[in-house]
């Protein structure tokens, strides 16, 4: 029988049970003792349908035998409770590969969707894991999910809203490797960080299928042929001649010069080209580049803040996006309530946006 929310169910290869609350994808959500538990919908096995009376509570455990009486009848065969099957190991299995999805719940309308996240054990290891994220602005992580893998399978690793993503800017995935009933070889802990463009949970086209899934997603590779995909190091002498590297970088005119209005009666202009912020790009990446247009953002709008009525359009290039992105990113959160609109095309083109600074539009 396929469980139904409501259902009373007991699980398959573990103790314990209980009354099914939710069921999202093939994940049941179980209420044991006022406690949802995530949980294959294939590990549950309904013992009483939704509607009918519950169980007693010790349904899900062995029930004791009752204690003898003289003359004793005859001893009826001892049966023994059923084992869970043991694990089979796949060919090549020693081998970690970890793969972290994101699901939207409704693909078609991904501007009201929520999202599941799964993450896939592809090897003969028992993984226990642990999902962390936190934002740009903060210096510690929020516990997002913990759990374990079984080996070879796909397990639940969290759910997430539109209203999460703004403390998403970073994800990191913390999981140890063993095997429960045979030797292994060691395998090292792994801690993976990501910068997690949490835009592209807007454009359908970042969806994309994975040898993994049944339906688009956004895959990252955690571990792929035991090697983690972007493991976390500090080096404290590299991160010493870093800050050294930018005390010394910020103190010379690298930058251009702030721009300044255009006209009398006309918006303050600001050019977020590369070539307009930088005399020398050479020896810098696209998140060097992107972090420094958005620090000339920030600024102008700071500088700016008390001049009610002050127009700024910042020109920021059609490209592929990523830089309006970036400051629509900002205008909702860091700098909301003031009015934002898209530049005259006459002027400038499909690349720029005009913001119009409002009095009491705090700085978030």
């Given amino acids: ?29 179980v209420d044991e003792d006022g406690f949802e538990t995530p949980v294959l919908l294939r590990e549950c096995v309904v013992v009483a349908a939704a509607g009918t009376p519950e169980p007693a509570k010790g349904i899900f455990k062995e029930p004791a035998r009752p204690a003898a009486t003289t003359p004793a009848p005859a001893a009826a065969p001892t049966v023994k409770a059923e084992q869970p099957a043991p694990i089979e190991e796949t060919e090549g299995g020693d081998t970690l590969n970890i793969v972290l999805g994101f699901e939207p719940t409704d693909i078609k309308n991904l501007s009201q969707s929520t999202f599941d996240s799964f993450l896939v054990n592809d090897s003969n290891y028992w993984i226990d894991f642990a999902v962390l994220t936190r934002a740009d602005s903060d210096t510690q992580w929020t516990l997002r999910h913990r759990g374990t893998a079984e080996p070879n399978m796909q397990v639940f690793a969290g759910e997430f809203s539109r209203s999460d993503l703004p403390a998403m800017d970073r994800l990191a995935v913390q999981l140890c490797a063993y095997k429960t009933d045979r030797p292994f070889d060691l395998k090292q802990p792994a801690l993976v960080e990501f ?31 035991d090697r983690p995909s972007r493991p976390l190091r500090i080096d404290p002498a590299q991160l010493e001649r870093a800050m050294a590297e930018k005390r010394r970088t910020d103190s010379t005119p690298r930058r251009k010069p702030a721009p300044k209005p255009a006209g009398k009666n006309g ?28 620090d000339r953002f920030r600024e102008v709008m700071d500088a700016h803040l008390r001049h009610a009525g002050t127009r700024i359009v910042f020109i920021h290039g059609k490209g592929n996006g990523v830089l309006r992105e970036a400051l629509m990113k900002e205008l909702n959160h860091r700098y909301k309530g003031h009015d ?8 400038y083109g499909f690349g720029a946006t005009q913001v119009t600074i409002r009095p009491n539009a705090a700085r978030r």
């Fill in 1 to 29: 029988m396929t469980p139904k929310t409501g259902d009373t169910v007991r699980y398959l290869n573990s103790v314990g049970g209980g009354r099914i609350v939710k069921i999202s994808g093939n994940m049941a959500y």
């Fill in 195 to 225: 910068n997690l463009d949490t835009t592209r949970f807007a454009r359908l086209h970042c969806f994309t299928r994975n040898e993994y899934f049944d339906t688009p997603v956004i895959a990252l590779d955690i571990v792929r042929g």
């Fill in 267 to 294: 918006p303050i202009e600001v050019d977020l080209h590369a070539n307009a912020i930088f005399d020398d790009m050479r020896g810098l990446s696209n998140a060097d580049i992107l972090n420094a247009q958005v």
């Fill in 340 to 347: 934002v609109q898209d530049a005259s095309f006459r002027e």
